[in-house]
């Protein structure tokens, strides 16, 4: 049997939980889903709804939005519960640490998919004079904005100890923090810009 003081036990309850995004196996949304809720761990596996044409028919299935990806909803302490899960590969990082995902974006991810059917999902275009922050390579970490684009590279001005220096970059190393407007990129209406 264990006891807690009570300020062991007023610290275990004051743990707030937050969402974050597990990995997992190919095709095992659904069952880690699952898995999940039966060991009353809060999850979310956002699943859209798809019309589905066979020879004979017309169905709608549910398929995972997010491939390979379940929100889960846990304090920091029970993170080490996570790798005991059957499917789940790892946690989802951002910047060395476990990615918090906050709650306005479940909740709009949840309106958007009971209001809509065969969503689909895309990412943002890095436009030229696009802010960015590099996330992963040498660079990492380092801050500047787009001056041209290639089919997968992107160049890019680093400013640092007043000197411009430009550094092609593979798309998938860098982030958007601060979108440019140049001439190509249309204008969103804020209601529905990203944030």
Request: proline residues 5%; charged residues 25%; positive net charge.
């Amino acid at each position: 049997m264990i006891f807690f003081s009570k300020n062991e036990n007023l610290s275990k309850m004051n743990e707030s939980k937050n969402w974050y995004a597990v990995y997992t196996r190919p095709r095992w949304e659904k069952k880690v889903a699952s898995i999940l809720s039966r060991k009353n761990i809060e999850n979310y596996c956002p699943l859209n709804r798809i019309q589905r044409q066979w020879s004979d028919r017309k169905k709608v299935v549910q398929e995972p939005l997010f491939t390979s990806y379940v929100f889960i909803q846990v304090t920091e302490a029970e993170h080490s519960l996570l790798k005991q899960i059957d499917g789940i590969i790892s946690m989802v990082y951002w910047l060395g640490k476990p990615a918090v995902i906050r709650d306005n974006e479940i909740r709009a991810i949840k309106d958007f998919l009971s209001e809509y059917v065969n969503v689909t999902l895309e990412k943002r275009p890095i436009n030229i004079n696009d802010s960015i922050r590099v996330v992963s390579g040498p660079l990492m970490e380092m801050e500047g904005n787009v001056v041209g684009l290639k089919a997968r590279t992107i160049k890019v001005s680093l400013p640092s100890l007043g000197y411009m220096m430009q550094a092609e970059i593979e798309k998938s190393n860098v982030k958007i923090i601060n979108p440019g407007i140049s001439r190509y990129s249309e204008l969103v209406p804020e209601r529905y810009a990203v944030k």
